[in-house]
């Protein structure tokens, strides 16, 4: 089903990155950097969530937030506007490479994308000095989160017909997912039944994963079976999709 | 190379496309003429795989197009109306990028981008960002991009709108050289001279239907090679001799502005369809 031309794909997608890399850069830092800013400093200073400080609490919900708007948008804009605008996916549609391998090579050059976010994140934690670990499974949680967001962005590209369906998605259901799950306060806190309405969202499973991993927590193993489940369906879902395709 | 068989596309209830027929042979160049909207984009979109067909059948070198899309992948190559490059990438990433779609090994690549840059004249701009080109560089990187891999056949969507005379030119002469290669093409086009100069045969295309299908000079034989055209004043219609002194005679009894000419093919679809490409 999928063959090495989703390399191709790959390749192609880190060479644009490589030639906007401060662009890139740039973009993936401005709103995580708000948002510690935000909550972190300026409404987090009073704010305690169970022993530790705020800080310690949102950065790992703050990369889990920006590794699935990296991305999310990184996939799903570039190939809405390659879709819709300069029709350069006609090119790779007119070529002999499977569906199924054009949407593996967007996915993991979004899983590249929230990589790279969920990093510089990690990094200016360092620099602040917040009480975490960052391991292995830390970061390969990034990947499979950056992975299912990845496979929506694909997705909702395709689907959309208009700049607008691709604006309002991301109003309706990316931008209440960043607030609700769990990423500024923790989902115990709301009463039944928004918290397991909240537990559908994947960023919220994210979120719980990373938080645990971070402070060497048990490894919550139901959060990631959900993130792999999301994973898995989205990118069937995806490559359908791109399958079905008509301009 | 190239078979249509009642080849028909229907957008909700518009048929864009009315059970088109016809064959190409190995290494003709066959023109699709046509004003705005006849369909040429959708008939080659259905060829390429890029639109479903809705009923009927289309082969290229002897791989049906629906069952097979992959392998006719493997075999055409498509210059399409709209210039999409990647404008973000250089001349030679662009290349590149295509090669790689097709499997090309990396040596090939390479040798097949040299050569092909220096044939359609672009080796010097090879590290420019595509984003710099001007129209005419687009569009012959576009359809050297399209040959890139080396198709048996190569379709061709409008190669030169929106191109200066001289400019035109030199795409024909692009177009004639990969002819020389036994490349079997098929171009569409608006422009009456183009058709006139490339084709081998050419199909007229009105409304989806193709109204017409001969070589140019037949075409303009079977409709009568002297034309008599009145000025828009006068408004009569034009008429066609294959005599030049009875079209003489016949202008002479008219008044006004009337010109004599020989026919081309823009006459021969007024001629059959009543009317102009261009309005
Ligand atoms: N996706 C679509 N949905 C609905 N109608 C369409 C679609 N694509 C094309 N059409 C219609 O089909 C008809 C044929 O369009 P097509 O683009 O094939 O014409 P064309 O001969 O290439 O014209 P041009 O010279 O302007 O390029 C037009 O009337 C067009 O409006
Ligand atoms: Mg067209």
Redesign the pocket.
């Given at each position: 089903m999928i063959d090495t031309g989703f390399y191709t794909i790959f390749w192609r997608e880190m060479l644009a990155i490589r030639k906007k890399f401060w662009k890139v850069l740039s973009g993936s830092l401005v709103m995580p950097v708000l948002y510690l800013v935000t909550f972190g400093w300026g409404i987090g200073r009073g704010v305690r969530v169970g022993q530790g400080n705020y800080m310690d609490f949102i950065l790992p919900g703050i990369i889990a937030l920006s590794a699935m708007n990296s991305s999310f948008n990184g996939v799903s804009v570039t190939l809405n506007i390659s879709k819709l605008y300069y029709k350069t996916i006609e090119e790779i549609l007119v070529s002999p490479i499977s569906p199924w391998a054009i949407t593996l090579g967007r996915i993991l050059a979004g899983c590249v994308r929230g990589l790279f976010s969920a990093c510089l994140i990690v990094a200016i934690g360092l620099i602040l000095d917040v009480n975490l670990g960052f391991g292995p499974s830390f970061f390969a949680t990034v990947l499979l989160l950056s992975f299912a967001f990845g496979a929506l962005g694909v997705l909702a590209a395709m689907l959309t017909r208009s700049h607008e369906d691709m604006t309002n998605f991301s109003n309706f259901v990316i931008l209440p997912m960043a607030f609700l799950s769990g990423t500024f306060f923790s989902p115990d806190l709301l009463p039944q039944p928004f918290r397991s309405l909240i537990l559908v969202y994947p960023l919220t499973h994210g979120s719980i994963a990373l938080r645990a991993l971070a402070t060497a927590q048990a490894v919550p193993l139901s959060a990631l079976a959900v993130l792999f489940g999301y994973a898995v369906v989205l990118f069937l879902l995806a490559g359908l999709s791109v399958k079905r395709l008509e301009l | 190379m190239i078979r249509l068989d009642h080849l028909t596309k229907r957008?909700?209830h518009?048929l864009?496309?009315d059970r088109l027929s016809f064959e190409v042979p190995q290494g003709e160049v066959f023109g699709l003429l046509?004003?705005?909207?006849?369909?040429?984009?959708?008939?080659i979109r259905m060829l390429t795989t890029l639109a479903s067909i809705t009923s009927g059948q289309a082969e290229i070198a002897g791989i049906d197009v629906s069952r097979n899309p992959i392998g006719v992948k493997r075999v055409i190559g498509l210059a399409p109306?709209g210039l999409n490059l990647e404008i973000e990438l250089t001349a030679e990433e662009n290349l590149e990028f295509h090669g790689r779609l097709h499997r090309m090994s990396r040596h090939d690549r390479r040798a097949r981008i040299r050569e092909l840059l220096e044939f359609s004249e672009l080796w010097e701009k090879r590290n420019v960002q595509v984003q710099k080109f001007s129209g005419g560089m687009k569009r012959r990187l576009l359809i050297t991009r399209a040959i890139m891999h080396r198709p048996k056949v190569l379709f061709l969507?409008?190669p030169t709108v929106g191109l200066d005379p001289q400019i035109r030119r030199r795409v024909w002469d692009m177009i004639l050289g990969l002819k020389a290669q036994g490349i079997t093409i098929l171009v569409?086009t608006?422009y009456i001279e183009e058709a006139d100069f490339l084709c081998d045969r050419v199909g007229i295309?009105n409304r989806?239907r193709l109204v017409a299908l001969d070589k140019p000079q037949s075409l303009k034989n079977t409709t009568g090679i002297y034309a008599v055209i009145c000025s828009r004043m006068n408004g009569c219609p034009p008429r066609f001799f294959n005599d030049r002194d009875e079209a003489v005679r016949y202008a002479s009894e008219l008044e006004g502005d009337v010109t004599v000419r020989q026919t081309n093919l823009e006459d021969v679809f007024i001629a059959l369809t009543g009317e102009a490409i261009h309005d």
């Amino acid at each position: 089903m999928i063959d090495t031309g989703f390399y191709t794909i790959f390749w192609r997608e880190m060479l644009a990155i490589r030639k906007k890399f401060w662009k890139v850069l740039s973009g993936s830092l401005v709103m995580p950097v708000l948002y510690l800013v935000t909550f972190g400093w300026g409404i987090g200073r009073g704010v305690r969530v169970g022993q530790g400080n705020y800080m310690d609490f949102i950065l790992p919900g703050i990369i889990a937030l920006s590794a699935m708007n990296s991305s999310f948008n990184g996939v799903s804009v570039t190939l809405n506007i390659s879709k819709l605008y300069y029709k350069t996916i006609e090119e790779i549609l007119v070529s002999p490479i499977s569906p199924w391998a054009i949407t593996l090579g967007r996915i993991l050059a979004g899983c590249v994308r929230g990589l790279f976010s969920a990093c510089l994140i990690v990094a200016i934690g360092l620099i602040l000095d917040v009480n975490l670990g960052f391991g292995p499974s830390f970061f390969a949680t990034v990947l499979l989160l950056s992975f299912a967001f990845g496979a929506l962005g694909v997705l909702a590209a395709m689907l959309t017909r208009s700049h607008e369906d691709m604006t309002n998605f991301s109003n309706f259901v990316i931008l209440p997912m960043a607030f609700l799950s769990g990423t500024f306060f923790s989902p115990d806190l709301l009463p039944q039944p928004f918290r397991s309405l909240i537990l559908v969202y994947p960023l919220t499973h994210g979120s719980i994963a990373l938080r645990a991993l971070a402070t060497a927590q048990a490894v919550p193993l139901s959060a990631l079976a959900v993130l792999f489940g999301y994973a898995v369906v989205l990118f069937l879902l995806a490559g359908l999709s791109v399958k079905r395709l008509e301009l | 190379m190239i078979r249509l068989d009642h080849l028909t596309k229907r957008f909700d209830h518009f048929l864009a496309v009315d059970r088109l027929s016809f064959e190409v042979p190995q290494g003709e160049v066959f023109g699709l003429l046509g004003p705005n909207g006849a369909g040429k984009t959708t008939s080659i979109r259905m060829l390429t795989t890029l639109a479903s067909i809705t009923s009927g059948q289309a082969e290229i070198a002897g791989i049906d197009v629906s069952r097979n899309p992959i392998g006719v992948k493997r075999v055409i190559g498509l210059a399409p109306q709209g210039l999409n490059l990647e404008i973000e990438l250089t001349a030679e990433e662009n290349l590149e990028f295509h090669g790689r779609l097709h499997r090309m090994s990396r040596h090939d690549r390479r040798a097949r981008i040299r050569e092909l840059l220096e044939f359609s004249e672009l080796w010097e701009k090879r590290n420019v960002q595509v984003q710099k080109f001007s129209g005419g560089m687009k569009r012959r990187l576009l359809i050297t991009r399209a040959i890139m891999h080396r198709p048996k056949v190569l379709f061709l969507d409008e190669p030169t709108v929106g191109l200066d005379p001289q400019i035109r030119r030199r795409v024909w002469d692009m177009i004639l050289g990969l002819k020389a290669q036994g490349i079997t093409i098929l171009v569409t086009t608006h422009y009456i001279e183009e058709a006139d100069f490339l084709c081998d045969r050419v199909g007229i295309m009105n409304r989806g239907r193709l109204v017409a299908l001969d070589k140019p000079q037949s075409l303009k034989n079977t409709t009568g090679i002297y034309a008599v055209i009145c000025s828009r004043m006068n408004g009569c219609p034009p008429r066609f001799f294959n005599d030049r002194d009875e079209a003489v005679r016949y202008a002479s009894e008219l008044e006004g502005d009337v010109t004599v000419r020989q026919t081309n093919l823009e006459d021969v679809f007024i001629a059959l369809t009543g009317e102009a490409i261009h309005d």
